[in-house]
């Protein structure tokens, strides 16, 4: 059965930093493509990162671009996303998710196979 679940998500202030991790069973990670998007109420899900089995390339919104950083570590079977100067239009829920097809770094949800069940960032002003 097929794991992935995050962590690290809190509430946090502007400016403020934060490292969320996506640790990953049931699957070889180091032949996936991995994810990280995020969702508010109301809104589709969101593509924030994508990073390639061998860490080689990596992919990101221009939202978040120069902020975020994604990274794996594949003995490790985890993942990470290091944000830092967040903003209040950060505030989300955060998952990750898994691509078993491979190829290009995919930007849409519908692209990914496994998901994780999100953890909730809150960015107060």
């Known amino acids: 059965q097929v794991q992935l679940v995050e962590s690290g998500g809190r509430l946090v202030q502007a400016g403020d930093s934060l490292r969320l991790s996506c640790t990953a069973s049931?699957?070889?990670?180091?032949?996936?493509?991995m994810a990280w998007f995020r969702q508010v109420p109301g809104k589709e899900r969101e593509f924030v990162a994508a990073i390639s089995r061998s860490s080689l390339v990596t992919r990101y919104a221009d939202s978040v671009k120069g902020r975020f950083t994604i990274s794996r570590d594949n003995a490790k079977n985890t993942m990470y996303l290091q944000m830092n100067s967040l903003k209040p239009e950060d505030t989300a829920n955060y998952y990750c998710?898994?691509?078993?097809?491979?190829?290009?770094?995919?930007?849409?949800?519908?692209?990914?196979?496994?998901w994780g069940q999100g953890i909730q960032v809150t960015v107060s002003s």
């Open positions: 998710a898994a691509d078993t097809l491979p190829g290009v770094l995919r930007d849409l949800a519908h692209q990914y196979d496994y």
């Open positions: 049931g699957l070889t990670f180091s032949s996936c493509a």
